[in-house]
């Protein structure tokens, strides 16, 4: 990191190095609190990507012919030093994005899983040997894909990077990132940590820039052999159409409109903590949030009084202070998303029972600040229940039974996460295995480990993060098949011998 006129600035990482943009244009990284500027960070385009490229091209073959065990230990370092180094990230990484500290500490403390597990399954991963028949040897070699893409959001911008490098790097890939232009600080402080790990130079690769520029030259690339984003579901549908062209595999975790479906026996102060916690997390910029709060109609007016009695406690501020429950959204432009669903909302003649506005406070005039929102009176068919809002907005819709539940909550283009509140343990399956979506919760709502596969159904997604499937989705199988005979075998042989193929 450098500082011009006070204000600090990093470069894109490319080979292991810190450097300016070819063109040398730099993008201005600003807290949604109070729009003064975090830092700059170097703005790449096409040729820097295609710089990054040939740097992951040059480290692949070393890094690859690496021993799982060699890559296991290096991650291992990696989670220490990213432990080490965790207190710095959290601060720069609640500037860029507004995050209440409470939130993001709770968040950062776990990534180190991602490198232990990754590199865990690095060192212990085995190839399969199918049964061929006899007098052959026959196995499998997961090897890696190559160089991958990762382009990621703001929302969580080192979870959401971890999520995708750690599998890529221990299946023996190099990688070039776009970060989100909102939030590129800490995927490049990334860097640091890993080379300070013995990551080899040019194994990973960063270049802020916007989707347009950068985004586009990376996912159109010829050399990318899989493109991995987490963005808007119209981003996922352009980025896969461009990388269809080449033939480069597609990962996308893309938008949501979660349910958190409450029964009738669960106290009402479960469900009304159940569905802040899922709502109102991360200001409701997160794909699984819980957008949706459908209840059985016999409990819906006391959960709904609860719930509007809660929100209305809930602390807005500065996302540094620790006692701070809500941050700002993350941009002026978010915000502006947010607003103009509320109107829609209105329009659709939804019942807005708390929020609905911004909050005041001299302080808060400053920053991207919403108000928590519950709507009720909502119906499936409206807009608000159907498109993804991102933001601190609820929709609140009663049922009556528990097929008209899973329907409500099956009723959207997107197949993301869906969370079940119940304590009947028959119910909850039954309504688990009818939901279409990749992530079911019973009782619970947000929860993620590296080990247990993310991603969703429909138009959420396709592919998946975390757990071995992540680990193999960044492998192509290798099939060698060895004849353990010494024969002849000569397939044109004039010697009247029925042959056999097999
Ligand atoms: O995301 P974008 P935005 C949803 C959410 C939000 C909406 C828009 O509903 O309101 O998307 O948010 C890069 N080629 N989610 O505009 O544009 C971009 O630079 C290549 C859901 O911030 O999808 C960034 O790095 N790359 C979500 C990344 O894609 C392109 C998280 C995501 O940006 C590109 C974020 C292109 N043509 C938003 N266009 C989730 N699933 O959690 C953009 N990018």
Redo the contacts with the bound molecule.
């Keep these: 990191m450098t500082a011009t006129h006070d204000v600090p600035f990093w470069g894109m990482f490319i080979a292991g190095k810190s450097c300016a943009s070819r063109s040398g244009k730099r993008l201005i990284v600003k807290n949604p609190k109070n729009g003064t500027i975090v830092g700059e960070v170097a703005e790449g385009d096409r040729q820097d990507i295609d710089d990054a490229v040939e740097a992951a091209t040059n480290a692949l073959a070393a890094w690859s012919a690496r021993s799982g065990a060699e890559r296991g230990d290096i991650m291992a370092r990696a989670a220490d030093i990213l432990r080490s180094r965790l207190p710095e990230l959290l601060t720069i990484e609640i500037d860029q994005i507004g995050r209440p500290r409470r939130e993001m500490v709770a968040q950062l403390a776990r990534l180190p899983e991602w490198f232990t597990y990754f590199g865990a399954v690095a060192r212990t991963h085995e190839d399969t040997v199918p049964p061929f028949g006899n007098g052959f040897l026959n196995y499998t070699r997961r090897v890696p894909l190559g160089v991958v893409g990762h382009?990621?959001?703001?929302?969580h911008p080192l979870l959401i990077l971890t999520k995708k490098v750690a599998p890529a790097m221990a299946a023996g890939n190099t990688m070039v990132v776009?970060?989100?232009?909102l939030a590129p600080i800490t995927p490049l402080l990334l860097g640091e940590v890993f080379k300070e790990a013995g990551l080899p130079d040019g194994v990973y690769n960063v270049v802020p820039g916007?989707?347009?520029t950068a985004?586009?030259a990376l996912?159109s690339h010829p050399d990318i052999r899989k493109v991995d984003?987490?963005?808007?579901t119209e981003?996922g549908k352009?980025?896969a159409a461009i990388a269809g062209g080449n033939l480069t595999r597609i990962a996308a975790?893309?938008?949501?409109k979660a349910s958190v479906i409450v029964f009738p026996d669960v106290e009402v102060d479960k469900s009304v903590a159940a569905a802040m916690f899922a709502s109102f997390i991360a200001t409701g910029q997160?794909?699984v949030q819980g957008a949706r709060l459908l209840v059985h109609r016999s409990v819906h007016d006391q959960v709904v009084a609860e719930l509007v009695r809660r929100t209305a406690n809930i602390r807005i501020g500065d996302p540094q202070d620790p006692k701070t429950q809500l941050g700002p959204l993350v941009s002026e432009k978010?915000r502006g998303?947010v607003e103009r669903y509320v109107n829609i909302g209105l329009q659709e003649g939804a019942t807005l029972a708390f929020g609905g506005g911004r909050p005041e406070g001299s302080d808060l005039d400053q920053g991207y600040y919403y108000k928590p929102t519950i709507f009720t009176n909502v119906t499936n068919e409206m807009r608000i229940a159907q498109e993804?809002i991102?933001g601190p907005v609820v929709c609140v819709i009663p049922f009556d039974t528990e097929e008209e539940a899973v329907a409500l909550a099956n009723g959207t283009q997107f197949g993301l996460a869906t969370s079940v509140w119940t304590r009947d343990l028959a119910r909850a399956h039954r309504v688990a295995h009818a939901l279409q979506c990749g992530i079911v919760w019973i009782n619970d709502h947000h929860r993620i480990d590296p080990a247990s596969p993310w991603g969703g159904f429909k138009m959420s997604g396709i592919g998946r993060e975390n757990g071995l499937i992540a680990y193999e989705e960044y492998t192509q199988i290798q099939n060698v098949i060895l004849n353990l005979s010494e024969e002849l075998f000569d397939w044109y042989a004039e010697d009247g011998v029925e042959k056999r193929y097999s």
């Design positions: 382009v990621t959001p703001w929302n776009k970060p989100s232009e916007f989707g347009a985004g586009l996912t984003l987490t963005g808007g981003t352009a980025v975790e893309l938008g949501g997160t794909c978010q998303i993804e991102f």
